[in-house]
């Protein structure tokens, strides 16, 4: 990192910190009890202050990393600075931890950026520091910074793990993915996912080999027609069945099987993946779940993917291969209609977005569900076009991670979509400083709007008198 870029990321990091801890006091302020899931976690974590190690509150659902650490860092510092009575492990003391979380992203995001884009000299300083920067005030996620949810930290330990395996310290990166799952038990998939990256890598270097050896140069300049991708499958079979390179990958990401060997013998002996309540979080092959996450993206990606050159693109490709639109298009109804779940939190709970969203949308008519499937095969070319400067194999372990990790939900939840989201993003080329600048602007403005109407536009229930608030 140069000086300038150094003094640049210091003072951006700086004032979004400062920002942070002015909004930070606004909403304290304002909701300075628990509220929405806080309920659950902040009495939790209080407990664990108190050393109740034992008492488990059975309607969380996450493993108890939040409160572990919010308790490793909270009772220190008390001790150091003399603290006592109800200030430790106060509502706003256990929050501010998450505020912690929201810097320690941001580096990551920059450092993530900074790895990923190293051979691309056409990328500036300023422009790594503008995109950490709006990555770091992403509104699904940044808005929990706020609040007592495991998100801030669930992406901080996904993020660090990405890094160290990135940087080949997979030891490290295995350990960091145990972090993570501890904060939520799906977090397992990017404990996949790194892996799948030294994995990807491997079959990138064969696959290369394999093309020299037939110097048949289109397979690889035709990166996306059907005949390519079956020859890549069959070579990614030959490749796999092999003893010699099952040996080889599995010497190189031993520290990765060993965390999924011990998450599957935790969900043998828990009885499932939820602990605590788990007649709300079922889990269910709900496939348009892919769709939501695509236009989620669409939504907050649409200076990179709602581009008029993207648009001609795409109906050029919609002209070439008409037969193979037309499969997609059937399969995207088929599945729309037999694995569609409307879950009963999303139609009753109308302080989350989501609430409004299906009602506005989807319960208009029952063919809008249908109608909205053109735009989900834009999406989701216009997503795959993106990435087209990966490998193909990476490109296949990301989208195997991405349906891991959205599919099963039942849940409607743009949470849901967070880690899945920054991961597309960090991996994108970038855009014009133009269209950099409009994307950061675009999260300003969403998340001005979100704060001021969760501070704002307060109401209540006709059967409770606690004050009401919309949020993600």
Same mark, same amino acid.
Request: glycine letters at 4%.
């Given at each position: 990192?140069?000086?300038?870029?150094?003094?640049?990321?210091s003072?951006?990091?700086?004032?979004?910190?400062?920002?942070?801890?002015?909004?930070?006091a606004?909403?304290s302020?304002r909701?300075?009890?628990?509220?929405?899931?806080?309920?659950?976690?902040?009495?939790?974590a209080?407990?664990?202050?108190?050393?109740r190690?034992?008492?488990?509150?059975?309607?969380?659902?996450?493993?108890?990393?939040?409160?572990?650490?919010?308790?490793?860092?909270?009772?220190?510092?008390?001790?150091?600075?003399?603290?006592?009575?109800s200030? =430790?492990c106060?509502?706003?003391?256990?929050?501010?931890?998450n505020?912690?979380?929201?810097?320690?992203?941001?580096?990551?995001?920059?450092?993530?950026?900074?790895?990923?884009?190293?051979?691309?000299?056409?990328?500036?300083?300023?422009?790594r520091?503008?995109?950490?920067?709006?990555?770091?005030?992403?509104?699904?996620?940044?808005?929990?910074?706020?609040l007592?949810?495991?998100?801030p930290g669930?992406?901080?330990?996904t993020?660090?793990?990405?890094?160290?395996?990135?940087?080949?310290?997979?030891?490290t990166s295995?350990?960091?993915?145990?972090?993570?799952?501890?904060f939520?038990?799906?977090?397992i =998939?990017?404990?996949?996912?790194?892996?799948g990256?030294?994995?990807?890598?491997?079959?990138?270097?064969?696959?290369?080999?394999?093309?020299?050896?037939?110097k048949?140069?289109?397979?690889?300049?035709?990166?996306?027609?059907?005949?390519?991708?079956t020859?890549?499958?069959?070579?990614?079979?030959?490749?796999?069945?092999?003893p010699?390179?099952?040996i080889?990958?599995?010497?190189?990401t031993?520290?990765?099987?060993?965390?999924?060997?011990?998450?599957?013998?935790?969900?043998?002996?828990?009885?499932?993946? =939820?602990?605590?309540?788990?007649?709300?979080?079922?889990?269910?092959?709900?496939?348009?779940?892919?769709?939501?996450?695509?236009?989620?993206?669409?939504f907050?990606?649409?200076?990179?993917?709602?581009?008029?050159?993207?648009?001609?693109?795409f109906?050029?490709?919609?002209?070439?291969?008409?037969?193979?639109?037309?499969?997609?298009?059937?399969?995207?109804?088929?599945?729309?209609?037999?694995?569609?779940? =409307?879950?009963?939190?999303?139609?009753?709970?109308?302080?989350?977005?989501?609430?409004?969203?299906?009602?506005?949308?989807?319960?208009r008519?029952?063919?809008v569900?249908?109608?909205?499937?053109?735009l989900y095969?834009?999406?989701?070319?216009?997503?795959?076009?993106?990435?087209?400067?990966k490998?193909?194999?990476?490109?296949?372990?990301?989208?195997?991670?991405?349906?891991?990790?959205t599919?099963?939900?039942?849940?409607?939840?743009?949470?849901?979509?967070?880690?899945?989201?920054?991961?597309?993003?960090?991996?994108?080329?970038?855009?014009?400083?133009?269209?950099?600048?409009?994307?950061l602007a675009?999260?300003?403005?969403?998340?001005?709007?979100?704060?001021?109407?969760?501070?704002?536009?307060?109401?209540?229930w006709?059967?409770?008198?606690?004050?009401?608030?919309?949020?993600?």
């Amino acid at each position: 990192m140069e000086r300038a870029e150094a003094y640049g990321f210091s003072g951006a990091m700086s004032g979004a910190f400062l920002l942070s801890c002015l909004l930070f006091a606004a909403v304290s302020r304002r909701q300075r009890g628990p509220y929405m899931d806080e309920v659950f976690h902040v009495p939790q974590a209080q407990a664990y202050c108190h050393g109740r190690f034992l008492q488990w509150d059975p309607m969380i659902t996450t493993l108890p990393g939040l409160y572990l650490l919010s308790v490793g860092v909270v009772k220190p510092a008390a001790w150091l600075l003399g603290w006592t009575g109800s200030v =430790v492990c106060s509502v706003g003391m256990l929050r501010f931890i998450n505020l912690l979380f929201s810097a320690g992203n941001f580096y990551l995001l920059y450092l993530l950026l900074f790895r990923i884009h190293q051979k691309n000299k056409a990328v500036s300083g300023f422009q790594r520091i503008l995109s950490a920067l709006t990555l770091a005030v992403f509104p699904t996620l940044y808005f929990f910074t706020f609040l007592y949810y495991t998100d801030p930290g669930s992406v901080f330990f996904t993020l660090f793990s990405y890094l160290m395996c990135l940087y080949g310290n997979h030891k490290t990166s295995a350990l960091l993915g145990f972090c993570g799952f501890m904060f939520r038990q799906t977090n397992i =998939v990017w404990t996949v996912f790194c892996a799948g990256n030294v994995v990807a890598e491997k079959l990138n270097e064969a696959w290369k080999i394999e093309l020299q050896k037939k110097k048949d140069e289109k397979i690889s300049s035709r990166k996306g027609s059907f005949s390519d991708l079956t020859r890549v499958l069959q070579f990614l079979v030959k490749y796999l069945i092999s003893p010699k390179n099952l040996i080889t990958l599995a010497a190189l990401t031993w520290p990765y099987i060993i965390l999924v060997s011990l998450f599957f013998v935790f969900v043998f002996i828990n009885g499932g993946i =939820v602990v605590g309540d788990r007649s709300s979080h079922e889990a269910c092959l709900h496939f348009p779940q892919l769709f939501y996450f695509l236009s989620f993206t669409v939504f907050f990606s649409f200076p990179h993917l709602l581009t008029p050159t993207k648009i001609r693109k795409f109906l050029l490709s919609l002209r070439k291969h008409p037969v193979q639109y037309s499969l997609i298009t059937v399969i995207s109804l088929f599945l729309i209609w037999k694995f569609t779940y =409307v879950h009963k939190y999303l139609l009753a709970d109308n302080r989350h977005y989501t609430f409004y969203v299906w009602r506005k949308v989807f319960q208009r008519h029952e063919l809008v569900k249908y109608l909205l499937v053109p735009l989900y095969i834009f999406a989701g070319w216009s997503f795959a076009d993106t990435l087209k400067s990966k490998s193909i194999f990476w490109i296949l372990m990301y989208f195997v991670c991405l349906l891991a990790v959205t599919v099963p939900q039942k849940l409607l939840e743009f949470r849901y979509f967070i880690l899945p989201f920054l991961i597309y993003r960090l991996n994108i080329h970038f855009l014009s400083l133009y269209r950099q600048l409009l994307e950061l602007a675009f999260y300003i403005l969403v998340n001005a709007v979100t704060f001021y109407l969760f501070l704002n536009r307060t109401f209540q229930w006709e059967n409770s008198d606690e004050v009401q608030r919309f949020m993600w």
